[in-house]
């Protein structure tokens, strides 16, 4: 099965049902426009972001399709570097496999119906298979973090709810990775591995291992998830607006760490060395 590589589905892919057009002056949708290629070039450029193969029949306005904005301009209007842009970087998209058994047409967000939601309904139908996948979300929508997702999963024709990630920013992205840890109980073997994905602005040493602290892995692992976030988060900062001074960066990095320990769990410490 196509996918983001080592074998894996695709991680993220374009909501097409998001594109809503309908009330936006010329500029107005052509800075969205800007914005959404930002985004999903930012995204591109680190990891692959996968489309439907219809998405260009998704429709943005009353009775009109994205091909129709998009590719001929019609209206609702927007500039033409902004729609082209747009049009190249999707058309660079790989597509998501449609051979998906039981794969819905049809999904409600948040209690609010998308009919020919594609790429929702491919979201769903991998969450519900324990494969979270990200949806980036054109910004003219509200729609951020994780959010409930319904369909009818194809047996009992009942709806079932998943949470499903929604991103407009980039940025967004940390969070959805961080979350993984948990929500798909990432084994000990994959743990740094994930780390490098979720914290890229880290440098994980090859030695690094739970086993040098005291305390299992799964004890720890949310704990040091948290950690790692708030070093990557905020060490760079801390460290350029106090020119680097050891005890004033400590200082500074405290109240954070202190949140990140408040749920009662105690500071892991390293493994002891033994004597013998």
């Known amino acids: 099965m196509p996918g983001a590589g080592d074998g894996e589905p695709y991680r993220i892919v374009v909501d097409e049902s998001s594109f809503d057009f ?3 002056r010329e500029d107005r949708l052509t800075d969205l426009l800007d914005d959404f290629s930002d985004t999903l070039e930012e995204l591109s450029e680190q990891h692959p972001v996968t489309v439907s193969p219809w998405w260009v029949e998704a429709e943005c306005a009353d009775d009109r399709k994205l091909y129709d904005v998009l590719y001929e301009g019609e209206t609702p209007r927007a500039g033409r570097d902004a729609r ?64 409930p997702v ?39 073997q994959d743990f740094f591995d994930r780390a490098r994905q979720s914290f890229p602005e880290l440098l994980f040493a090859d030695s690094l291992s739970f086993r040098k602290f005291d305390g299992s892995y799964a004890e720890m692992r949310e704990w040091v998830v948290r950690l790692l976030g708030v070093v990557h988060d905020h060490f760079a900062e801390a460290l350029a607006l106090h020119s680097g001074q050891p005890h004033q960066v400590q200082a ?14 105690s500071v892991p410490q390293p493994r002891r060395p033994t004597t013998s």
């Open 22 to 24: 309908r009330g936006l």
């Open 84 to 147: 082209l842009r747009m049009v190249r970087l999707m058309d660079r998209c790989p597509t998501w496999d449609t051979d998906l058994p039981g794969l819905p047409d049809r999904v409600e967000v948040a209690g609010a119906a998308h009919d020919l939601a594609w790429s929702l309904c491919y979201a769903w139908w991998w969450t519900r298979r324990r494969h979270h996948v990200a949806c980036l979300v054109f910004p003219v929508r509200d729609r951020r973090g994780w959010l």
């Open 150 to 188: 319904s369909a009818s999963d194809g047996r009992t024709d009942e709806p079932v709810a998943e949470e499903v990630f929604h991103l407009v920013e980039a940025p967004a992205l940390y969070e959805f990775w961080r979350s993984l840890f948990e929500r798909e109980d990432m084994a000990e």
């Open 252 to 265: 500074d990095a405290l109240p954070v760490t202190h949140h990140v320990c408040s749920a009662g769990q």
